[in-house]
């Protein structure tokens, strides 16, 4: 795995990489360290102030430094500023799915209300000689930049709002609450995700027959992620390639379903965007959730059903190895307001062992 991080000066993009390699143990390239080392060299004539210039100099040589880490199977934490705004374009999707990228810019507010602290501890991490640039006004600028930059370029900033340490420690929790697969990841859903979702769910070939309303506005899918897809094992499924939600997957624990009532069984319930129907995605979800809800989870049971004609996710369940219980006739869908047909399967543990 390759993580970028980058973003806006002083935004603590040293301190989240010296923090991740002291919790991960992965490797840490300083570009800054790189641009030092190439004016001090004399092999050119570029000076630290010429940044327009340097990221033309500087983000070839680490492209290339990422794709010789991917082929080798290594692991690498790559922090600094000088990445290009379009800086996908370097890599096709292979590369792509092993690169996680983090952009961190300050909000006006913040700096308003954080400014001398911002000053204080700017040295904290690296010694700066000369930082008598740092004015409120130029940070401002500079985080403006590059939050219109990457956000017109389609990346997901995060922002520090109100204090510094909860979007920090939001990553390393979404880190952490991370699955991958060859193609996917599955990871917590954010606020931020509330279009996305909308493009998806508002299709009135998607929610329906798996008993929820389409969605109506970019509003109600921000409700959904805060008050729906807020429980512990809620997954949102995103292509490696973009990390942008898809669909979603999630294990309901005891108490948020009622198809158990013990603590190491649990019900699995999924859905994926119409464009992406037919790519043999949703199947590869559901065996990475069959791992967790068994290896990482400690479940003994995984619980699953679908509504009479919701052929896609019958085939799914069949694919995946779930066994057809039992038919239930008039089966509330409090959502749709009506009554349906409903199926039940089950996977157990031992039958899951049996097939690896």
């Not at 993580?3 to 390699?21: C, E, F, N």
């Not at 507010?109 to 690296?126: L, M, N, R, V, W």
């Not at 999630?250 to 190491?264: P, S, V």
């Amino acid at each position: 795995m390759i993580v970028i991080i980058t973003g806006a000066s002083h935004t603590g993009k040293t301190v989240l990489a010296q923090r991740m390699l002291e919790k991960y143990k992965y490797p840490y390239v300083s570009i800054d360290h790189l641009k030092m080392g190439l004016i001090r060299s004399g092999n050119t004539n570029l000076t630290p102030e010429d940044d327009d210039e340097l990221v033309g100099y500087l983000w070839p040589i680490v492209r290339e430094m990422i794709k010789t880490a991917i082929e080798n199977r290594q692991n690498l934490i790559v922090e600094g500023c000088y990445i290009p705004f379009d800086w996908r374009k370097g890599f096709d999707s292979d590369y792509l799915s092993e690169i996680r990228f983090i952009c961190l810019a300050m909000t006006d507010a913040y700096i308003d209300a954080h400014f001398d602290d911002i000053h204080d501890h700017g040295s904290d991490i690296e010694n700066r000689l000369d930082d008598s640039g740092c004015t409120a006004e130029n940070l401002k600028e500079d985080n403006r930049k590059i939050i219109e930059g990457f956000s017109k370029a389609g990346e997901q900033i995060i922002l520090i709002d109100t204090d510094y340490e909860s979007p920090i420690s939001d990553l390393f929790e979404e880190n952490e609450k991370m699955l991958r697969t060859e193609r996917l990841i599955l990871r917590r859903w954010k606020e931020s995700d509330a279009e996305d979702l909308y493009k998806y769910a508002s299709d009135p070939d998607v929610g329906p027959i798996a008993g929820w309303p389409a969605h109506h506005s970019i509003e109600e899918s921000r409700d959904v992620i805060k008050n729906v897809f807020n429980g512990k094992e809620a997954y949102a499924i995103c292509l490696k390639e973009d990390s942008k939600a898809i669909g979603a997957i999630e294990l309901k624990l005891n108490g948020h379903t009622d198809m158990t009532d013990r603590d190491d069984e649990c019900e699995m319930g999924y859905w994926l965007g119409k464009p992406f129907w037919g790519q043999g995605i949703m199947p590869e979800a559901v065996r990475e959730m069959l791992r967790h809800a068994f290896e990482d989870c400690g479940m003994q049971k995984v619980w699953i059903g679908y509504y009479e004609g919701n052929n896609k996710s019958k085939r799914v369940q069949e694919k995946c190895g779930f066994k057809y219980q039992w038919r239930s006739e008039d089966v509330d869908v409090p959502l749709m307001h009506e009554k349906r047909t409903g199926h039940v399967s089950l996977m157990t543990k031992e039958d899951w062992m049996a097939e690896q």
